[in-house]
């Protein structure tokens, strides 16, 4: 292939995944690292797209001082494409792995900047390489068809439209268009510490190759599992739609949905309500849902992963989210322009914002709103729903009945978003 030609072909396979995901005409969201990956996918989404268009967001990890540099590089190439730039921090608080942490972390600040600026579209730079690698740490940790399904192209996750249009194209590539654009990017040192599982598996890859193991045959791999892992989520998908019903922020489950003993349909539909009403990306260990849920069926009131169940009427349980398990949240001071707030991971409040207003679980702000039950929820539920607060003074429970102006909707509903093809 001819050097100019090769050097193109990036560029030409991006606007090919644009093409193939039909995406909307809307303001899209592009999370920017100032790594060779996220700088040409926002140096490409500005060469189809005009400015107003695009809102470009980068988190600050707070680990490392070059991070300043890298996102300063980002700051000035998005001023000079005329792109709209946000910096929000994330701070790890040393639990757990670190790599993961600030992955999830990463993601919790995209979907809040998205929810505050009413985005629907969010595009990330992962490359070839990248799903070349997920697949041998998952392969490496046991995973079963879930797990070695990679990442998909596209994708909806917590409301969002999640598109990955590099996903195509080799990181090398890559790098060779920016060095003929003359687009500068960062290295992050990290990315050749062997401390962390995804730089290990880049090593690894180099021998695995030597065995006949190529790019080509794991891409093979995660096409395989795609296509059964669609499978199985459509059929948990029509199984739930047929056994749970999503009342606000709580589940209604009939008897069949708490059978968890053989069929793969209700245990992956147990298993993603556990998530979606706790907020949480990863659903419960397998052994603790059985164990839960066989309680639940006795008719026990139990808890699991920040969620209430407990019996419900005409032989239902109902899943709530546990008050207790949720946290307080304010409207950051930078962000004048939002739309509304986003709380717990699934919840938008929006009405007259201004600052110095808390956003937290109603609780014992319950006393104070007289009409809740007009609501049709049961008081356990309200507990842990949506409300607003000025230091003490209870201002808004959109769904106790108290609204003042204010509303509170789920971002994306159980049946459309916990069956949504995720990585």
């Known amino acids: 292939m001819p050097v100019a030609q090769r050097l193109t072909d990036p560029f030409a396979r991006f606007q090919a995944a644009l093409a193939a995901s039909s995406p909307s005409d809307g303001t899209v969201g592009l999370a920017v690292s100032g790594g060779g990956d996220s700088i040409a996918m926002m140096h490409m989404a500005a060469g189809l797209r005009p400015p107003g268009k695009l809102r470009v967001i980068t988190v600050d990890h707070g680990l490392r001082t070059e991070a300043q540099d890298e996102i300063a590089l980002v700051a000035s190439q998005a001023a000079a494409l005329g792109l709209d730039h946000t910096v929000t921090q994330w701070v790890w608080n040393g639990r757990g792995n670190l790599q993961a942490a600030a992955r999830e972390g990463r993601w919790a600040a995209v979907r809040e900047w998205a929810a505050m600026f009413n985005l629907r579209d969010v595009w990330l730079g992962h490359t070839e390489d990248d799903q070349v690698e997920t697949l041998l740490m998952r392969l490496a940790r046991g995973s079963g068809i879930d797990g070695l399904t990679g990442m998909y192209p596209q994708t909806e996750r917590d409301?969002?439209?999640?598109?990955?249009?590099?996903?195509?194209?080799?990181?090398?590539?890559?790098?060779?268009?920016?060095?003929?654009?003359?687009?500068?990017?960062?290295?992050?040192?990290?990315?050749?510490?062997?401390?962390?599982?995804?730089?290990?598996?880049?090593?690894?890859?180099?021998?695995?190759?030597?065995?006949?193991?190529?790019?080509?045959?794991?891409?093979?791999?995660?096409?395989?599992?795609?296509?059964?892992?669609?499978?199985?989520?459509?059929?948990?998908?029509?199984?739930?739609?047929?056994?749970?019903?999503?009342?606000?922020?709580?589940?209604?489950?009939?008897?069949?949905?708490?059978?968890?003993?053989?069929?793969?349909a209700p245990r992956r539909v147990m298993a993603a309500a556990f998530a979606w009403v706790g907020s949480?990306?990863?659903?419960?260990?397998?052994?603790?849902?059985?164990?839960?849920?066989?309680?639940?069926?006795?008719?026990?009131?139990?808890?699991?992963?920040?969620?209430?169940?407990?019996?419900?009427?005409?032989?239902?349980?109902?899943?709530?989210r546990e008050a207790a398990a949720t946290t307080a949240t304010q409207r950051p001071a930078d962000q004048a322009d939002a739309t509304g707030v986003f709380w717990d991971r699934r919840w938008f409040i929006e009405g007259p914002l201004q600052d110095g207003l808390t956003y937290r679980a109603l609780g014992a702000g319950l006393k104070n709103c007289p009409k809740w039950r007009e609501s049709g929820m049961p008081r356990m539920s309200l507990l842990a729903s949506p409300s607003v607060w000025q230091g003490d003074t209870l201002l808004a429970a959109p769904l106790a009945g108290l609204a003042q102006g204010w509303s509170a909707r789920i971002v994306a509903d159980f049946h459309s978003s916990a069956f949504a093809i995720e990585e």
């Not at 059929?235 to 053989?262: C, M, P, T, Y």
């Not at 419960?284 to 169940?309: S, Y």
């Open 159 to 264: 409301g969002l439209h999640i598109l990955r249009p590099l996903l195509g194209v080799a990181r090398a590539d890559l790098r060779s268009w920016l060095t003929a654009q003359k687009i500068a990017w960062c290295d992050d040192a990290s990315n050749d510490d062997p401390r962390f599982d995804r730089v290990r598996a880049r090593q690894m890859f180099a021998q695995l190759e030597t065995l006949g193991l190529t790019r080509k045959r794991l891409l093979q791999t995660v096409d395989h599992m795609q296509a059964a892992h669609i499978s199985l989520q459509r059929a948990a998908q029509a199984f739930a739609k047929q056994h749970v019903r999503q009342d606000a922020g709580d589940l209604l489950l009939s008897a069949d949905a708490l059978n968890l003993e053989k069929a793969d």
């Open 280 to 320: 949480r990306t990863y659903r419960p260990r397998f052994e603790q849902l059985l164990e839960t849920v066989a309680q639940a069926r006795k008719g026990a009131t139990v808890t699991l992963g920040g969620c209430i169940m407990t019996p419900d009427s005409n032989g239902t349980v109902r899943l709530m």
